[in-house]
């Protein structure tokens, strides 16, 4: 089963849901609380959640006094009701927020900070909100006023007055210090929505490569940019695997995506967790299968001759004779997941998910390895270093605070959430271009799944604090590193849950390859498993729920367990042996869709019978196979067991044991050959007794009638 954020359509009654989801996703990003709302989302139940509040300065929050400075105050209500015109007031400071944590606690809405003083920037009034509508209003601030403050972050509050109580939302606005010099480096993914089966299918690569699809406008958003890309080698593997069967929009898609003068990479098969691998004892990540089992030969073949008319002459307008096709080899994994690019292999470990531990082990793997500034302990973090504890692993370090924003500010799909996402990308950008004077600074657009809004992300990462888009990585690194100490990491509760479905899963796939030694090509079963195991550990499963993520494992796993029950033995009968010797029948079950090679073994309990230890069996696809297993019996009668196991050529048990009651009676054949011996000479007794006493009464006979005559003569 395919679980994936695109799939489902939610009910229009639903809406508020997504709105609400989307504000978590931006909280999760900035730093922010996410509302406290009511379950109310059929609005069925009476209760009242939460109106939703969004503070959104213009130009990405930055300061400037050649242009207009506006702030958009937006409010939904997800409630039947609907909410009366309500008073907002504005206010912020005259103190910047002093450095990073600061300017996060503001925006996770911490109020034991008290030494400010806030003064008022507007008052207004929200116009009344329908059920389940959106209210807006912006308001025009005074520019000039606040570029002539001291260069800083300014706190910005809006308190939205509604029958509910007060409703605040908290922003910032950028007065930018004076440009350092130096380059920004911005790193974009392309990936597609989580999933659980290894490969995309023709229908989802023909939805998501369409205009307006997922991957469509992400490449439509990278076009014409500096960014560096990050690509998931399981999109480009998942159109070619399919060959002339591909959908044209994604042949279309990945044409453009090869032609593109962007710097790339390949991210792991499926964007797969590379922390989630380290934790859960792998000494390197997991790599993907050949991909055989995908494809059909029919649609690699080519075309073995050509007309030989030119367009336009006389020859080539007539019908074409069709030209002869010859079988094609297919393509190797490594030319199904070429992405382009230098070929050098980036791990990019999601962010805050990376410690000394994981970058060890990645090290000998990797060329280069990204990992955000969190996981670096020194108090100022280089772009481009090395951790000489963690077996001086090159690392590129890119800003964690600025990432996240952008990746919540790509992921939004109402201006209003964006536009705040991207002031909140601006402070923290000020803060990360002091760190880095005039070297290199490094971000990325983090990933959060989908990405309605990459364009303007990409837009504003790419002038952070008045810095210049690079997008060489060569330049880049071809400088000493400066080493630099890294953090522990400290798994949490779902970080844990993460690594044991992994170890399940993994555990799952050594059964299933063990199972798939029955089959004349294994690759059939173990190559698709790995790459759903890929998929589903995918880091896109870390912007679904937690639920979506456990059903999906959950279901994956009961696949599993199906498919090693699709071959078995079908229960038998008792079974009365009524002879010294017999052929038992028995039955081999086969759900699979290909045939299976196995060996029935059958192995006695007591020496009272003497059975054929192994039998092979050829089981068809989806059929159910007789076979018979020759017994002998040593005694004229009793109880016995055999026990039927059917197991691969190469020993391996598949299914479960079947004992099989054998009640021996092979004394009834003597019995009954003893009656029929009996029966026959009696038979031949009684004749032969018939046959004397006609014989003795014929003399008899004849004696009477010859004096009779004589007597008769004589009168």
């Given at each position: 089963m395919t679980l994936s954020p695109f799939h489902p359509a939610r009910p229009l009654a639903r809406a508020w849901v997504a709105v609400l989801t989307l504000s978590a996703i931006i909280a999760v990003g900035l730093g922010l609380t996410a509302p406290?709302?009511?379950?109310?989302?059929?609005?069925?139940?009476?209760?009242?959640a939460a109106i939703v509040l969004t503070a959104a300065p213009s130009g990405a929050g930055i300061v400037s006094t050649t242009g207009a400075l506006t702030l958009t105050l937006s409010a939904y209500n997800p409630n039947l009701a609907d909410?009366?015109?309500?008073?907002?007031?504005?206010t912020t400071s005259a103190t910047a927020l002093g450095d990073r944590a600061a300017t996060r606690a503001w925006l996770q809405g911490d109020t034991t900070d008290t030494s400010r003083t806030e003064t008022v920037l507007a008052d207004t009034t929200l116009a009344p909100i329908a059920s389940r509508a959106t209210g807006a209003t912006t308001i025009s601030l005074d520019a000039a006023a606040f570029a002539a403050r001291t260069p800083g972050i300014y706190p910005v509050r809006a308190d939205y007055t509604t029958p509910q109580g007060i409703v605040t939302a908290r922003t910032v606005l950028v007065v930018p210090a004076a440009t350092t010099g130096g380059t920004v480096t911005v790193i974009a993914p392309i990936t597609a929505p989580a999933r659980s089966t290894g490969l995309l299918t023709a229908d989802e690569l023909t939805t998501l490569t369409a205009p307006g699809g997922q991957l469509r406008s992400a490449l439509d958003a990278v076009t014409g940019s500096n960014a560096v890309l990050a690509?998931?080698?399981?999109?480009?593997?998942?159109?070619?695997?399919?060959?002339?069967?591909?959908?044209?929009?994604?042949?279309?898609w990945l044409s453009d995506l090869m032609t593109l003068p962007n710097p790339r990479f390949a991210l792991q098969f499926g964007d797969a967790d590379l922390a989630t691998q380290i934790a859960a004892g792998l000494g390197a990540p997991l790599t993907a299968l050949p991909l055989d089992p995908y494809m059909s030969a029919r649609d690699f073949r080519a075309a073995s001759g050509a007309s030989s008319g030119a367009p336009g002459d006389s020859a080539s307008s007539a019908t074409p004779t069709?030209?002869?096709?010859?079988?094609?080899?297919?393509?190797?994994?490594?030319?199904?997941?070429?992405?382009?690019g230098s070929g050098d292999t980036v791990l990019w470990p999601a962010t805050g998910t990376a410690g000394?531990?994981?970058?060890?082990?990645?090290?000998?793997?990797?060329?280069?390895?990204l990992i955000d500034s969190g996981a670096v302990t020194d108090a100022v973090a280089p772009a481009w270093t090395t951790a000489p504890g963690a077996g001086d692993a090159r690392l590129l370090v890119y800003d964690a605070d600025t990432s996240r924003a952008l990746g919540a500010a790509a992921a939004s799909d109402a201006a209003p959430a964006r536009d705040a996402a991207?002031?909140?990308?601006?402070?923290?950008?000020?803060?990360?271009?002091?760190?880095?004077?005039?070297?290199?600074?490094?971000?990325?657009?983090?990933?959060?799944?989908?990405?309605?809004?990459?364009?303007?992300?990409?837009?504003?990462?790419?002038?952070?604090?008045?810095?210049?888009?690079?997008?060489?990585?060569t330049a880049l690194t071809s400088e000493a590193a400066t080493p630099v100490t890294l953090r522990t990491a400290t798994a949490g509760t779902a970080e844990e849950t993460r690594v044991a479905h992994l170890q399940a899963l993994l555990n799952d796939e050594s059964d299933l390859q063990s199972f798939s030694s029955i089959l004349a090509d294994p690759s059939v079963l173990t190559s698709p498993e790995r790459a759903a195991i890929l998929q589903l550990i995918g880091n896109g499963w870390r912007a679904a729920t937690t639920e979506a993520a456990d059903a999906a494992y959950t279901d994956h796993r009961a696949q599993t367990r199906d498919t090693l029950d699709?071959?078995?033995?079908?229960?038998?009968?008792?079974?009365?042996?009524?002879?010294?010797?017999?052929?038992?029948?028995?039955?081999?079950?086969?759900?699979?869709?290909?045939?299976?090679?196995?060996?029935?073994?059958?192995?006695r309990n007591d020496p009272r019978l003497v059975v054929q230890g192994a039998t092979p069996v050829e089981a068809g696809p989806s059929q159910n196979t007789r076979v018979q297993v020759p017994v002998q019996a040593r005694v004229g009668s009793g109880e016995s067991t055999l026990e039927l196991q059917l197991r691969s050529a190469t020993g391996v048990s598949i299914g479960e044991a079947v004992p099989v009651h054998v009640s021996v009676h092979a004394e009834w054949e003597s019995v009954g050959l003893v009656i029929m011996i009996t029966l026959v000479a009696a038979l031949l007794?009684?004749?032969?007794?018939?046959?004397?006493?006609?014989?003795r009464r014929r003399p008899a006979s004849a004696t009477g009638s010859r004096t009779t005559k004589s007597e008769d003569a004589d009168g």
């Open positions: 406290a709302v009511a379950d109310d989302a059929d609005g069925d139940t009476g209760s009242t909410v009366d015109a309500g008073a907002v007031r504005v690509v998931d080698p399981a999109i480009v593997a998942a159109i070619r695997v399919l060959g002339t069967a591909a959908p044209a929009s994604a042949v279309a069709p030209a002869p096709s010859a079988p094609a080899a297919l393509p190797t994994l490594a030319q199904l997941t070429d992405v382009g000394v531990e994981t970058v060890a082990a990645l090290a000998p793997a990797s060329s280069l390895t991207l002031a909140a990308a601006s402070a923290y950008a000020q803060f990360a271009t002091a760190d880095a004077g005039a070297g290199a600074l490094v971000v990325t657009i983090d990933r959060s799944g989908a990405s309605p809004s990459l364009r303007a992300a990409l837009q504003t990462a790419s002038g952070l604090a008045g810095r210049t888009a690079s997008s060489d990585l699709a071959v078995a033995i079908t229960p038998p009968v008792d079974i009365t042996l009524a002879a010294s010797s017999a052929p038992l029948n028995f039955s081999v079950r086969n759900d699979l869709r290909w045939p299976v090679s196995v060996v029935l073994v059958a192995t007794i009684v004749g032969v007794v018939r046959t004397v006493l006609k014989l």
